[in-house]
């Protein structure tokens, strides 16, 4: 069964911070001889996301489209630092109520899985992505999941690997990775 692999972009000085920092450059390097090959490297439109890529060692194959909502979905998933409990099960709830989240992260989730859809069994994808929206995304994937157990919400390069059923269209098999 084809693998998909989605991890947060790597280290930058400051959350205003376009570009890469040196120590993003050399901890994305160092993650990058951990993983790979994959047939398809997805990244945001964002330049830190292609950044983490290259310095993995890694061409982007596909650049993954700003959803339209990503504005209300940015302002409806600050509501999750006011929720209680573990930070992914905050954020489910957020995803599996309506509103724009839940829409969010649901388009998130067909984007990768159309992502799958050409791949063979043994086949790998790659998608760096930005932290708050990959957790989403993998909760609308896993609605049901034991989210407690996921800890905290990704740090820079720290993901998951999930396999598809292209036979079901289906993810299944989550595992999360920290660094």
């Known amino acids: 069964m084809p693998m998909l692999e989605i991890r947060r972009h790597s280290k930058r000085d400051g959350d205003q911070a376009v570009h890469l ?13 951990l993983m790979g090959p ?17 310095a993995m060692g890694f061409a982007v194959t596909v650049e993954i489209p ?3 909502n990503v504005s209300e979905f940015m302002v409806e998933s600050q509501q999750a630092a006011r929720e209680v409990g573990e930070p992914f099960t905050r954020l489910a709830r957020l995803v ?13 989730a067909a984007q990768w899985r159309h992502l799958m859809t050409p791949l063979n069994p043994g086949d790998a994808a790659l998608v ?11 909760i609308a994937l896993f609605p049901d ?9 990704f740090d820079y390069m720290e993901g ?8 079901a269209g289906r993810f299944h098999d989550v595992e999360i990775v920290r660094m």
């Open 66 to 68: 700003t959803l339209q």
């Open 21 to 33: 920092s040196q120590a993003g450059i050399e901890l994305a390097r160092w993650a990058g001889t």
């Open 96 to 108: 599996n109520r309506r509103g724009a989240v839940q829409d969010y992260s649901h388009a998130l």
């Open 128 to 138: 760096i992505g930005h932290g708050g929206h990959l957790e989403c995304g993998l």
């Open 160 to 167: 998951a690997r999930i396999h598809y059923d292209s036979s």
């Open 38 to 54: 994959f047939e398809v490297v997805a990244s945001s439109v964002a330049p830190r996301t292609r950044e983490t890529a290259i």
């Open 145 to 153: 999941a034991d989210h407690d157990s996921w800890g905290a919400m």
